[in-house]
């Protein structure tokens, strides 16, 4: 998995709340090879009902090109458990979410992609929104080591993250390595619930 | 003595493999459950050259790709989805992995499977790789939902990495009315706290009204916890469970199951256990609802009016609702029993139960769908327990199409879709832009409802059709 240290730049502003999986990667785009469901970020929000682009779609305009970072709304990547909602949007090139809050499964799913969500209070991103809107194009900052995000205007906040996840994006380890080290343990778990729980 | 603890806190506890300083957990899992999708955590194992550490606590249905008119995997239209349905029976076959295939009467949705073949019992944890994995919490299972990375973790090493969530108490106390049923009561719920108002938190649902519920009503309203933004959600083992496990093939039998009952005896939350949230509901005052919007938290009793934009708390909101509106095609001010219904789907992981179609069929009895109305049994069993009772008959009879088992219409991926602009009455659990296909406009209800739309050709009041 890659790592990820710091991330310097453009971030797309979306302001739908509850921006669910389905419009992120919609379910007909599923179940297909990854390279294939690159187009699909983001469909429905992208293209007409004919196919053709929307202008004003924040990913459609020009100069919100190779952005690496979206700053979200509330609830953001709620719904289903498909995993292709984060890798769908790494490659495309996004490795940071910001929001106020996200759903559990996408929150989890990301750190198995070398990807960062990032909490933060919904003032200060509806402010960050705000910012990327008037000024299209404009950079964040992510440090992860440092726990920082500092916005188009300068001004630096912390977020908070589980150490276990920070250290494992910034090694771009991999859990199930981890997991195999605790091999002991797991033995003597499963010796004691055979005794425990015969039933099983 | 010892603190008094949740059911979460005692689920997890017996879990626990490692407890890092760091405050993370690797928890130990006990059950599995696998379908046409968990292909890609297979791949990712095979990627690493290993192989599932305890095939026999895994089990498999094919589920989301498969079609609900015909048995044949050859009739998948897309090869992608073709070759998903194929993998599960290689994939398992050289794992060890218990199969319930295509064609085997107990295929169904891994959701309806897990209880009805008694995988799923109290006390354990239980994982897949779909959203809607909290349904199983019903049993007073530790259940959620995983994505494929995680499904691969839990092949090769049975455990998880987790972070202890919050545990939050949802009781509905009193009695539910005539027409009123787990669908409406977990609608409520979603209306109330909102759509993220469980984030991080564990939900166990209790009260009355709960307990009064079969385990197929707390199976519904368990499956949507995650619409509600839970992490899980579940309700405590009591008689109701212990006999609706009984004689269940995977369900523990003979002296295991004396023993394994004195063990769910002691599973429910102890008295005075503390949650980090609560929340109460009144029963008598849920009526039957129906879903405006976009999301499963725009819920509103059958006697509501599309609301108005205008009445929103602020201006983010009242875009939202704008865009919804729009997208829904309704005018604000207009009484849901005014709104004309385009099609019916009766199925899902929600509500495809035997209980379901009991409650579909009572409503459909005599009379006539006037719009396309599907229903689509949770399972090959359920299918042919309706079939035993003559409910595919009541169906047919009054214009129903009496379909294969399998998510159909409620995932919009088995070809199983509506047109741009239908509008559908669907007992499913998601009412998001595009779910059942672009442009579709979805309005969640129960089962009783979704047939008093087929029937009326616009939302109706169940409680009225006497």
Known sequence: MEAFTTLDAVALPIDQPNLDTDQIIPARFLGKPRDMQVGALFHDLRYGPDGTPRPDFVTNRPAFAGAKIVVAERNFACGSSRENAVTVMVDNGLRAFIAPSFGDIFFNNCFQNGALPIRLDAARVAELRAMLHASPGARIRIDLANQTVVGPDGKSDRFEIDSFRKDCLLRGADEVSLTLSYDEDIKAFEAKQRQEMSWL | ?466
């Not at chain 2, 294969?404 to 991926?413: A, D, F, K, L």
Request: charge should be neutral.
């Open chain 2, 1 to 466: 003595m010892a603190a008094a603890r949740t059911m979460f806190e005692k689920i997890w506890q017996r879990h626990v493999v490692v407890d890092r300083d760091d405050g993370y957990t690797l928890l130990y899992i006990d059950r599995h459950l696998m379908h046409d999708g968990s292909a890609a955590g297979f791949a990712k194992l095979r990627e690493r050259n290993m192989k599932l550490r305890r095939p026999d606590r895994g089990f498999a249905t094919p589920d989301h790709y498969v079609r609900s008119d015909t048995r044949e995997i050859s009739a998948i239209a897309d090869p992608h989805h073709r070759k998903l349905v194929e993998a599960i029976r290689t994939n398992t076959a050289e794992s060890g992995v218990t199969l319930f295939d295509l064609g085997d009467e107990r295929q169904g949705i891994a959701h309806v499977v897990g209880p009805e073949q008694g995988v799923t019992q109290p006390g354990l944890t239980l994982v897949c790789g779909d959203s809607h994995t909290s349904t199983h919490g019903a049993l007073g299972a530790l259940a959620f939902g995983i994505g494929s990375s995680e499904v691969a973790h839990v092949m090769a090493t049975q455990c998880l990495w987790q972070r202890k969530p919050k545990a939050m108490r949802i009781s509905v106390d009193g009695t539910l009315g005539a027409g009123v049923t787990a669908k409406d009561v977990i609608l409520a719920i979603i209306a109330r706290i909102g759509t993220a108002g469980a984030v991080g938190h564990v939900i166990e649902y209790a009260g009355s009204a709960i307990r009064g519920l079969s385990i197929e009503g707390r199976l519904t309203v368990c499956n949507m916890s995650i619409e509600a933004g839970g992490k899980a959600g579940m309700v405590a083992p009591d008689d109701t469970t212990i006999a609706y496990l009984e004689g269940r093939p995977f369900a523990p039998q003979a002296a295991e199951w004396d023993k394994a009952v004195a063990f769910w005896r002691t599973v429910p939350s102890d008295e005075g256990a503390t949650f980090d949230r609560e929340v109460s509901l009144d029963a008598a005052s849920i009526a039957p609802m129906v879903t405006w919007g976009t999301s499963p938290e725009d819920a509103l009793s059958i006697d509501g009016r599309i609301p108005e934009p205008s009445t929103a708390p602020d201006s983010a909101k009242k875009e939202s609702m704008k865009r919804a509106l729009d997208y829904m095609g309704l005018v604000p001010g207009t009484p849901l029993e005014q709104v004309p219904v385009d099609r019916v789907f009766i199925g899902s992981c929600t509500n495809s139960r035997i209980e379901d179609l009991r409650a579909a069929a009572k409503v459909a009895k005599g009379r006539k769908a006037v719009i396309p109305s599907w229903v689509v049994a949770g399972s090959g069993l359920v299918k042919k327990q309706a079939e035993a009772e003559g409910l595919d008959r009541i169906f047919v009879e009054a214009g129903f199409e009496w379909r294969e088992p399998g998510c159909s219409m409620c995932v919009g991926m088995n070809g199983d879709t509506g047109k741009p602009q239908q509008r559908i009455a669907s007992t499913s659990n998601r009412n998001f832009i595009g779910r059942q296909g672009p442009g579709v406009r979805t309005h969640l209800v129960s089962p009783a409802m979704a047939v008093a739309a087929a029937v009326s050709g616009r939302f109706a009041d169940v409680r009225k059709l006497a």
